[in-house]
């Protein structure tokens, strides 16, 4: 008995639709709540290569929906867990470990391989980066995006189509739309749109049906509703000649930080440092530490010169995230510094020290 | 006018749907076009303001913002979401 039966008899599936899923290679970025669902079905049915790629850790707030891990896996690599329960799943498949996170200096190189991708991130730098990759590599990518009790679809960049700057040409800071740490999301909910993914990559690699190209899937699961929203390519979207210089480092990378009491404590021996505030002029004009030179963040190239002379930089602003977002940027820049991020900004002077 | 919410835009507004007047008794400017009704709804709600990504569809498309609307139009706000 053929292990692929029940879907080989399908009249429009058929052992064509099974061989191309054998010759298909997808690469899944994220081995989280939607990554596992899509992976588990896309190595359940067949697909010949399939690429993981995370550097997380299982922890135990990811069990409540990233059900393929285990009480015994916390602490575990990701990446291990799932290439041993993959290849229990299925013996036949062929894995490629990507033990890393996608970059602008490795997506390229990964993304070449392979036919479909599939974005199961959690985090918007890096679905703009594998947009970014996959129109200069012409790879169509499978969208699913989580909020709460809610779940987005769509597939980008397939057959010259629009791709996801075309729904949203700029992409959000981190202040402005929270991430699932922040904002939590249902269990069942990835689970739900996982499976979609994998659905799409599927139709896809073999041709069945309609791909959900130029179209956006809402669902959500307390009205138990879905809407299709239809949207067209802006062709300069499809024009884009290279990746960006810099896209905003993963927001699970973790940037030096110093608390607010601390650094009040530094301030106070009278140690002679070097505190950069990015907020704006007139942020900095209303109230500021008197140590501070302020490099708003849209003009940290200004920020040279007093970096240059010293080792250590501390970096404030108002609430501690613009400061984040200023220290990844400039550790990329200045690899051999030390930066270091005032925990809770100016917010939190001002609570130590009235 | 109702409008469809998602993402942020729901907790933002505080509900999944929101009622946007279309026959004005107190004398306010009713938003014509997409744009008119990005403009109405960040004086209610400035937080949208900050948005620098958001989608609005008319009737089940992406509309840009010269497009023109109708009372019996139906909108959506969809603001792009991160979580995985």
Redesign the interface.
């Known amino acids: 008995m053929n292990r692929y039966a029940r879907q080989t008899q399908l009249k429009d599936f058929g052992p064509e639709g099974q061989q191309k899923l054998n010759q298909g290679k997808v690469l899944v970025v ?1 081995l ?4 596992l669902p899509a992976l588990q079905y896309l190595n359940a049915m067949g697909v010949g290569t399939l690429g993981l790629l995370d550097q997380d850790l299982v922890e135990l707030h990811n069990l409540q929906r990233q059900v393929l891990y285990t009480e015994q896996d916390l602490g575990r690599l990701k990446l291990e867990v799932v290439y041993e329960k993959l290849s229990a799943q299925n013996s036949q498949t062929h894995f490629n470990l990507h033990d890393t996170f996608l970059t602008k200096d490795n997506a390229l190189d990964i993304i070449k391989d392979y036919d479909v991708v599939v974005d ?5 730098p890096t ?1 703009y980066l594998i947009n970014d990759a996959c129109v200069l590599l012409k790879k169509p990518f499978v969208y ?5 009790f ?1 779940g ?1 679809v769509s597939v980008f960049n397939y057959q010259g189509g629009p791709t996801y700057r075309c ?7 981190t ?6 740490n922040e ?1 939590g ?1 249902l269990g069942v909910i ?1 689970g739900i749109i996982g499976t979609f993914q994998a659905l799409e990559a599927i139709k896809v690699l073999t041709g069945i049906g309609e791909v959900l190209s130029g179209k ?1 899937l ?1 669902f ?1 699961g ?2 138990q509703q879905s ?6 390519l802006n062709p300069k979207n499809l024009q884009i000649k290279k990746l960006q210089d810099y896209y905003e480092p993963l927001d699970c990378e973790v940037v030096p930080t110093i608390a607010a009491e601390d650094f009040q404590l530094l301030l106070e021996s009278k140690a002679n440092i070097t505190l950069i505030d990015v907020r704006t002029e007139e942020e900095f004009t209303e109230r500021k530490l008197k140590e501070a030179i302020n490099i708003p963040l849209d003009s940290l190239e200004l920020a040279s010169t007093h970096i240059t002379s010293v080792d250590k930089v501390y970096v404030i602003c108002q609430s501690g995230k613009r400061s984040e977002v200023a220290v990844k940027q400039f550790q990329k820049q200045y690899p051999n510094k030390q930066f270091f991020n005032i925990l809770g900004g100016m917010n939190k002077i001002a609570s130590v020290c009235p | 006018m109702t409008i ?1 919410l ?3 835009t ?2 933002i507004v505080g509900a ?1 749907t929101l009622s946007v007047p279309t026959a004005s008794v107190t004398g306010k400017k009713i938003p014509k076009t997409v744009k008119e009704l990005k403009a109405f709804l960040g004086n209610t709600y400035p937080e949208l303001n ?4 958001l ?1 609005v ?1 008319v009737n ?3 509309a840009e913002d010269d497009q023109v609307i109708n009372s019996y139009d139906e909108i ?1 706000l ?7």
Do not use: Q, W
């Open positions: 994220g989280g709540g939607l990554g199961a991130t959690d985090n918007f679905r699913g995006a989580l909020h709460s809610e987005h729904l949203y040409p700029n992409m959000p800071s202040e402005e739309v929270p991430n699932c904002n999301v990835p956006l809402l959500d307390l009205s809407t299709k929203i239809g949207f067209k | 469809l998602f993402g942020i729901k907790d999944p900050k948005l620098s990504s989608a569809a089940n498309s992406y959506a969809i603001p792009p979401v991160s979580g995985g």
